[in-house]
Protein backbone atom coordinates (compact mmCIF):
# COMPACT_ATOMS: atom_id res chain seq x y z
CA UNK A 1 0.00 0.00 0.00
CA UNK A 2 1.24 3.97 -0.79
CA UNK A 3 -0.47 6.78 0.10
CA UNK A 4 1.12 9.99 -0.07
CA UNK A 5 -0.39 13.31 0.86
CA UNK A 6 -0.47 16.55 -0.31
CA UNK A 7 -2.08 20.39 0.62
CA UNK A 8 -4.32 21.71 -1.85
CA UNK A 9 -4.32 25.63 -2.95
CA UNK A 10 -7.43 28.15 -2.53
CA UNK A 11 -7.79 29.91 -5.79
CA UNK A 12 -10.61 32.62 -6.24
CA UNK A 13 -13.74 31.41 -7.70
CA UNK A 14 -14.75 31.75 -11.40
CA UNK A 15 -17.11 30.14 -13.78
CA UNK A 16 -15.75 27.42 -15.47
CA UNK A 17 -17.09 29.73 -18.99
CA UNK A 18 -15.02 32.11 -17.93
CA UNK A 19 -11.94 29.94 -18.36
CA UNK A 20 -8.89 30.48 -20.68
CA UNK A 21 -6.10 28.74 -22.07
CA UNK A 22 -3.61 31.37 -19.52
CA UNK A 23 -6.02 31.20 -16.93
CA UNK A 24 -4.25 30.18 -13.73
CA UNK A 25 -4.75 26.01 -12.89
CA UNK A 26 -4.07 23.01 -11.51
CA UNK A 27 -0.08 22.11 -12.23
CA UNK A 28 -1.86 18.75 -14.19
CA UNK A 29 -2.51 21.34 -16.47
CA UNK A 30 0.81 23.07 -17.08
CA UNK A 31 1.34 21.66 -20.17
CA UNK A 32 -2.24 21.75 -21.74
CA UNK A 33 -2.46 23.00 -25.27
CA UNK A 34 -3.30 26.66 -25.76
CA UNK A 35 -5.38 26.16 -28.82
CA UNK A 36 -8.77 27.30 -29.24
CA UNK A 37 -10.40 24.15 -29.97
CA UNK A 38 -9.01 22.53 -26.70
CA UNK A 39 -10.45 25.81 -24.94
CA UNK A 40 -13.59 25.01 -26.19
CA UNK A 41 -13.37 21.37 -25.43
CA UNK A 42 -12.19 21.74 -21.73
CA UNK A 43 -15.13 24.70 -21.22
CA UNK A 44 -17.60 22.02 -22.50
CA UNK A 45 -16.21 19.17 -20.47
CA UNK A 46 -16.82 21.20 -17.09
CA UNK A 47 -19.74 22.76 -17.96
CA UNK A 48 -21.22 19.23 -18.13
CA UNK A 49 -20.01 17.85 -14.92
CA UNK A 50 -21.13 21.29 -13.13
CA UNK A 51 -24.20 20.60 -14.43
CA UNK A 52 -23.90 16.41 -13.49
CA UNK A 53 -23.40 17.81 -9.86
CA UNK A 54 -26.26 20.19 -9.51
CA UNK A 55 -28.83 18.58 -10.80
CA UNK A 56 -28.09 15.01 -8.88
CA UNK A 57 -27.26 16.99 -5.62
CA UNK A 58 -23.99 15.76 -5.49
CA UNK A 59 -22.08 17.85 -3.22
CA UNK A 60 -25.32 17.24 -0.70
CA UNK A 61 -22.77 16.75 2.87
CA UNK A 62 -19.68 15.97 0.52
CA UNK A 63 -16.23 16.25 2.16
CA UNK A 64 -14.17 14.19 1.06
CA UNK A 65 -14.28 11.64 -2.43
CA UNK A 66 -12.35 8.78 -3.41
CA UNK A 67 -12.02 9.06 -7.19
CA UNK A 68 -11.20 5.39 -8.80
CA UNK A 69 -8.26 5.80 -10.93
CA UNK A 70 -8.23 2.78 -13.62
CA UNK A 71 -5.21 4.24 -16.02
CA UNK A 72 -7.74 4.32 -18.94
CA UNK A 73 -8.83 8.46 -20.95
CA UNK A 74 -12.06 8.14 -18.78
CA UNK A 75 -10.85 8.43 -15.14
CA UNK A 76 -8.19 10.68 -15.84
CA UNK A 77 -10.24 13.26 -17.56
CA UNK A 78 -12.67 12.99 -14.07
CA UNK A 79 -9.78 13.31 -12.28
CA UNK A 80 -8.53 16.43 -14.21
CA UNK A 81 -11.65 17.86 -14.62
CA UNK A 82 -12.48 17.72 -10.64
CA UNK A 83 -9.37 19.28 -10.08
CA UNK A 84 -9.88 22.17 -12.59
CA UNK A 85 -13.42 22.49 -10.49
CA UNK A 86 -11.39 22.15 -6.92
CA UNK A 87 -8.62 25.00 -7.45
CA UNK A 88 -10.98 27.55 -8.41
CA UNK A 89 -12.84 26.73 -5.62
CA UNK A 90 -15.67 24.99 -7.47
CA UNK A 91 -15.61 22.17 -5.57
CA UNK A 92 -15.44 22.48 -1.80
CA UNK A 93 -14.58 18.25 -1.81
CA UNK A 94 -11.06 16.83 -0.67
CA UNK A 95 -10.39 14.10 -2.96
CA UNK A 96 -8.45 11.02 -3.04
CA UNK A 97 -7.41 8.90 -5.69
CA UNK A 98 -6.93 5.47 -5.58
CA UNK A 99 -5.81 2.88 -7.63
CA UNK A 100 -6.76 -0.60 -7.18
CA UNK A 101 -3.58 -2.89 -9.06
CA UNK A 102 -5.73 -6.45 -9.22
CA UNK A 103 -2.44 -8.71 -10.54
CA UNK A 104 -3.10 -8.91 -14.50
CA UNK A 105 0.19 -10.21 -16.19
CA UNK A 106 2.52 -6.96 -16.94
CA UNK A 107 0.66 -4.14 -14.84
CA UNK A 108 3.24 -1.09 -15.43
CA UNK A 109 3.06 -0.34 -11.51
CA UNK A 110 5.06 2.80 -11.24
CA UNK A 111 3.04 4.60 -14.04
CA UNK A 112 0.08 5.69 -11.60
CA UNK A 113 1.84 6.52 -8.57
CA UNK A 114 4.84 8.50 -10.72
CA UNK A 115 2.30 10.26 -12.61
CA UNK A 116 0.12 11.42 -9.53
CA UNK A 117 3.09 12.16 -7.35
CA UNK A 118 4.67 14.43 -10.16
CA UNK A 119 1.64 16.84 -9.87
CA UNK A 120 1.23 16.78 -6.36
CA UNK A 121 -2.08 14.35 -5.76
CA UNK A 122 -2.93 13.05 -3.02
CA UNK A 123 -3.08 9.01 -3.51
CA UNK A 124 -3.30 5.62 -2.69
CA UNK A 125 -2.58 2.01 -4.68
CA UNK A 126 -3.17 -1.04 -3.74
CA UNK A 127 -2.54 -4.08 -4.46
CA UNK A 128 -5.38 -7.13 -4.71
CA UNK A 129 -4.95 -10.21 -6.46
CA UNK A 130 -7.97 -10.46 -7.48
CA UNK A 131 -6.88 -11.38 -11.15
CA UNK A 132 -6.07 -14.97 -9.93
CA UNK A 133 -9.62 -15.10 -8.67
CA UNK A 134 -11.38 -14.30 -11.74
CA UNK A 135 -9.23 -16.93 -13.53
CA UNK A 136 -10.09 -19.60 -11.50
CA UNK A 137 -13.53 -18.88 -11.29
CA UNK A 138 -14.55 -17.49 -14.61
CA UNK A 139 -15.54 -20.56 -17.03
CA UNK A 140 -12.66 -20.90 -19.75
CA UNK A 141 -14.26 -18.90 -22.88
CA UNK A 142 -16.45 -16.38 -21.08
CA UNK A 143 -15.56 -12.77 -20.27
CA UNK A 144 -13.50 -11.57 -16.91
CA UNK A 145 -15.56 -8.57 -16.83
CA UNK A 146 -18.15 -9.17 -15.06
CA UNK A 147 -16.35 -10.95 -12.08
CA UNK A 148 -13.17 -8.35 -12.12
CA UNK A 149 -15.56 -5.47 -11.76
CA UNK A 150 -17.58 -6.62 -8.64
CA UNK A 151 -14.21 -7.72 -7.08
CA UNK A 152 -12.63 -3.99 -8.09
CA UNK A 153 -16.09 -2.60 -6.48
CA UNK A 154 -16.08 -4.29 -3.51
CA UNK A 155 -12.36 -3.20 -2.89
CA UNK A 156 -12.99 0.04 -3.76
CA UNK A 157 -15.81 0.54 -1.05
CA UNK A 158 -13.62 -0.81 1.64
CA UNK A 159 -10.51 1.51 0.54
CA UNK A 160 -12.87 4.69 0.59
CA UNK A 161 -14.43 3.78 4.44
CA UNK A 162 -10.77 3.36 5.61
CA UNK A 163 -10.02 6.92 3.58
CA UNK A 164 -13.00 8.22 5.74
CA UNK A 165 -14.47 9.29 2.33
CA UNK A 166 -18.34 9.52 1.77
CA UNK A 167 -18.29 8.83 -1.98
CA UNK A 168 -17.25 6.69 -4.70
CA UNK A 169 -16.27 8.78 -7.85
CA UNK A 170 -16.11 6.65 -11.12
CA UNK A 171 -15.33 8.09 -14.63
CA UNK A 172 -18.53 6.02 -16.41
CA UNK A 173 -19.89 8.74 -19.21
CA UNK A 174 -23.03 9.20 -21.76
CA UNK A 175 -22.03 6.06 -23.58
CA UNK A 176 -21.64 3.85 -20.60
CA UNK A 177 -24.84 4.62 -19.77
CA UNK A 178 -26.47 4.46 -22.82
CA UNK A 179 -24.74 1.06 -23.04
CA UNK A 180 -25.57 -0.40 -20.18
CA UNK A 181 -29.71 0.52 -20.95
CA UNK A 182 -29.85 -1.55 -24.25
CA UNK A 183 -28.10 -4.26 -22.25
CA UNK A 184 -30.63 -4.07 -19.78
CA UNK A 185 -33.55 -3.67 -22.40
CA UNK A 186 -31.88 -6.30 -24.77
CA UNK A 187 -30.61 -9.06 -22.15
CA UNK A 188 -32.57 -7.90 -18.96
CA UNK A 189 -36.39 -7.10 -19.94
CA UNK A 190 -35.67 -4.20 -17.68
CA UNK A 191 -35.82 -0.27 -18.02
CA UNK A 192 -32.46 0.21 -16.26
CA UNK A 193 -29.17 1.98 -16.32
CA UNK A 194 -26.10 3.56 -14.50
CA UNK A 195 -27.61 6.08 -12.31
CA UNK A 196 -25.26 9.16 -12.02
CA UNK A 197 -25.79 8.92 -7.85
CA UNK A 198 -26.42 5.94 -6.07
CA UNK A 199 -26.53 4.56 -2.44
CA UNK A 200 -24.57 1.35 -2.17
CA UNK A 201 -26.34 -1.33 -0.73
CA UNK A 202 -24.73 -1.20 3.22
CA UNK A 203 -26.11 2.32 2.76
CA UNK A 204 -22.68 4.51 3.88
CA UNK A 205 -21.22 5.50 0.81
CA UNK A 206 -22.58 7.41 -2.70
CA UNK A 207 -21.55 6.32 -5.76
CA UNK A 208 -20.92 8.96 -7.59
CA UNK A 209 -20.76 9.69 -12.17
CA UNK A 210 -19.86 13.35 -12.40
CA UNK A 211 -19.27 12.35 -16.65
CA UNK A 212 -22.78 11.58 -17.03
CA UNK A 213 -23.30 13.84 -19.57
CA UNK A 214 -19.79 13.87 -21.26
CA UNK A 215 -19.19 12.18 -24.25
CA UNK A 216 -16.64 9.53 -25.04
CA UNK A 217 -15.32 11.08 -28.28
CA UNK A 218 -14.57 13.99 -25.72
CA UNK A 219 -13.25 12.56 -23.37
CA UNK A 220 -10.90 11.03 -25.59
CA UNK A 221 -9.69 13.82 -27.56
CA UNK A 222 -9.17 15.68 -23.93
CA UNK A 223 -6.81 12.71 -22.72
CA UNK A 224 -5.86 12.65 -25.79
CA UNK A 225 -4.42 16.49 -25.70
CA UNK A 226 -3.24 16.13 -22.10
CA UNK A 227 -0.99 13.41 -22.47
CA UNK A 228 -1.79 11.23 -19.97
CA UNK A 229 0.00 7.61 -19.41
CA UNK A 230 -2.77 5.89 -20.48
CA UNK A 231 -3.15 1.99 -19.14
CA UNK A 232 -4.30 -0.16 -21.74
CA UNK A 233 -7.49 -1.69 -20.77
CA UNK A 234 -6.25 -5.77 -22.17
CA UNK A 235 -4.33 -6.86 -19.59
CA UNK A 236 -6.61 -9.27 -19.32
CA UNK A 237 -6.27 -10.46 -22.62
CA UNK A 238 -8.37 -9.84 -25.74
CA UNK A 239 -12.06 -11.19 -25.27
CA UNK A 240 -13.81 -10.32 -28.75
CA UNK A 241 -17.51 -10.53 -28.72
CA UNK A 242 -18.48 -8.72 -25.10
CA UNK A 243 -22.10 -7.80 -24.88
CA UNK A 244 -21.22 -4.44 -24.44
CA UNK A 245 -19.24 -3.98 -27.95
CA UNK A 246 -22.24 -4.65 -29.50
CA UNK A 247 -23.95 -2.19 -28.01
CA UNK A 248 -21.23 0.24 -28.64
CA UNK A 249 -21.27 -0.36 -32.00
CA UNK A 250 -24.95 -0.74 -32.54
CA UNK A 251 -25.05 3.49 -30.70
CA UNK A 252 -22.05 4.26 -32.94
CA UNK A 253 -24.42 3.12 -36.23
CA UNK A 254 -27.41 5.04 -35.10
CA UNK A 255 -25.16 7.81 -33.95
CA UNK A 256 -23.53 7.79 -37.80
CA UNK A 257 -26.93 7.30 -39.84
CA UNK A 258 -28.86 10.33 -37.47
CA UNK A 259 -26.67 12.70 -35.55
CA UNK A 260 -27.65 13.67 -32.50
CA UNK A 261 -29.55 10.83 -31.57
CA UNK A 262 -27.21 9.85 -28.45
CA UNK A 263 -28.29 13.24 -26.81
CA UNK A 264 -31.38 12.56 -27.27
CA UNK A 265 -31.69 9.32 -26.09
CA UNK A 266 -29.74 10.43 -22.63
CA UNK A 267 -32.63 12.78 -22.21
CA UNK A 268 -35.15 10.56 -22.68
CA UNK A 269 -33.09 8.98 -19.41
CA UNK A 270 -34.47 11.68 -17.77
CA UNK A 271 -38.10 12.47 -18.95
CA UNK A 272 -39.74 8.81 -17.89
CA UNK A 273 -43.49 8.75 -17.91
CA UNK A 274 -44.84 5.95 -16.04
CA UNK A 275 -47.92 5.86 -17.28
CA UNK A 276 -47.09 5.69 -20.67
CA UNK A 277 -45.38 2.18 -20.02
CA UNK A 278 -46.41 -1.20 -19.28
CA UNK A 279 -45.00 -1.66 -15.33
CA UNK A 280 -48.29 -1.53 -12.55
CA UNK A 281 -45.87 -1.19 -9.83
CA UNK A 282 -44.97 2.69 -11.18
CA UNK A 283 -48.90 3.55 -11.95
CA UNK A 284 -51.81 2.71 -10.91
CA UNK A 285 -53.62 1.18 -14.02
CA UNK A 286 -56.31 -0.46 -12.66
CA UNK A 287 -57.46 2.62 -11.17
CA UNK A 288 -57.87 4.45 -14.06
CA UNK A 289 -61.48 4.90 -15.43
CA UNK A 290 -63.10 7.92 -17.26
CA UNK A 291 -65.25 10.30 -15.02
CA UNK A 292 -68.41 9.13 -15.17
CA UNK A 293 -70.91 10.58 -17.15
CA UNK A 294 -73.72 13.21 -16.06
Known sequence: ????????????????????PNADTHPLFARMPSSVSFNKLRKRLLRQ????????????????????????????????????????????????????????????????PDYLSSIGVEHRIEYRDTYSIVKE?????????SLCSRLRRGNLYRIAREEGCDALVLGHHREDILETFFMNLFHGGRLASMPAKLLNDEGDLMVLRPLAYAAEEDLARFAA?????????????????LERNAMKAMLADIERRMPGRKDTMLRALAHVNPSHLLDPK???FRSLSPEPKE
Not at 72 to 85: N, T
Request: glycine share 10%; aromatic share 8%.
Open 282 to 284: LFD
Open 225 to 241: AMEFPIIPCDLCGSQDG
Open 1 to 20: MELAHTHDTAETAVEADEIG
Open 137 to 145: KVPTGATYC
Open 49 to 112: VRQALDEFGMLNGAKRWLVGLSGGKDSYSLLALLLDLKWRGLLPVELVACNLDQGQPNFPKHIL
